[in-house]
């Protein structure tokens, strides 16, 4: 456990791992359960995460990432999907499991799956994968704080090609499409990137106060 | 400082806050830092953060959020608004920040800085204003956690009329748009979502392992 500005500032976008270097069973399931419990928009989690160590699938994977030695080296590759259609019965699941989880009826939560269902109703296909994109993004950003903190390293990646990525992976046929990657592991001594001063604008630039 | 896991089941999208409850200078300090520090797609940061603490405004604000009370009541509201039109000179400026923060002639990352623009070139103004909003999601997921924390409560909130943000915080004629909010602070005692039980689906649902 660190503070979390010395564990941001210590981070950066690895683009060498040590391949030796492997995860321990308790840090990869810390941050994948870091992920399952990021927050999304209503609690639905209109995402799904892959997570691949199989190296011959990550040897198709490089290919469809234009080479990136991270796909191939690091200890982990967490691809986040996102569903294609999400539709009323992906609403009743997520109602399902509210009611669930909290022991009361579903039919007491209907007013809320009823908003959500207006909500994507208003949405076209390519806006519903959009919206879930982001909230793909939200555990995107969680995961990279949480693995910055305990010290382990990651490269978050949209250089792929999600078609291929989509085809090596079987989404397509379970209404998922990729959406984003983030490779995890532990930074090769080799990187010359790591040494790199952090690029940041000030807050100045990126803040304002409205007091 | 706690476990990160334990932060993160503690934290909870706050509908109440303790009006009365405010975030020292030194925990808003820390959360805009981590929001600086967020990591960013070739590290360009396309989005920027407005804290609003002035009463007036908030109450405005409120209006155009559905009359929300987090938004008047929160300690803070943290507004991610990106660029609308992020175009050649965005890049410039960030390839000049580059090479001031690394102390390299501008001119060495020209490479760089073209393959970000040829990237930009190829997206619509509508996708390169997603592209950047998938980013500030990324700051989203590095502010929730990093307040989760620090025991700082937050509620993201997608719940507003962005054309009604823009207006009321005078984004428009800077070539900005409102992407998403947090309201972050202090729970209420009366708060009673505090105690309902976290909605989540399992692992075994979300996470699929290929190895």
């Known amino acids: 456990m660190r503070n979390m500005i010395d564990a941001l500032q210590w981070r950066y976008a690895t683009k060498v791992f040590d391949a030796n270097k492997k995860l321990t069973a308790e840090q990869s399931d810390l941050l994948l359960e870091a992920v399952r419990l990021s927050p999304s928009s209503f609690g639905i989690q209109p995402w799904r995460v892959i ?12 290919q469809a990432g234009y080479g990136q030695p991270q796909i191939t080296d690091a200890s982990h590759l967490i691809v986040f999907v996102t569903k294609k259609n999400l539709s009323d ?4 699941e997520f109602i399902a499991l509210t009611a669930n989880t909290r022991g009361v009826s579903a039919s007491g ?13 208003g949405k076209s ?12 993004y939200v555990a995107l950003g969680v995961l990279l704080a949480i693995a910055a903190h305990e010290g382990i390293d990651a490269c978050p990646m949209e250089g792929f090609d999600p078609s291929a990525f989509d085809e090596i992976l079987g989404l ?8 984003v990657v983030a490779t995890v592991g532990f ?15 000030s807050q100045e630039e990126l803040i304002k106060k409205v007091e």
């Open 187 to 201: 930074r090769s001594e080799a990187d010359q990137t790591a040494r790199f001063p952090k690029v940041r604008f």
């Open 89 to 92: 019965s992906d609403v009743d």
């Open 172 to 179: 397509s046929e379970k209404g998922l499409t990729t959406c």
């Open 51 to 62: 997570v691949v160590t199989n190296p011959e699938i990550r040897e198709r994977l490089r």
């Open 109 to 121: 939560l209907e007013g809320y799956g009823g908003m959500i269902k207006q909500s994507l109703s």
């Open 125 to 136: 296909e390519e806006k519903r994968i959009e919206w879930a994109s982001r909230q793909a």
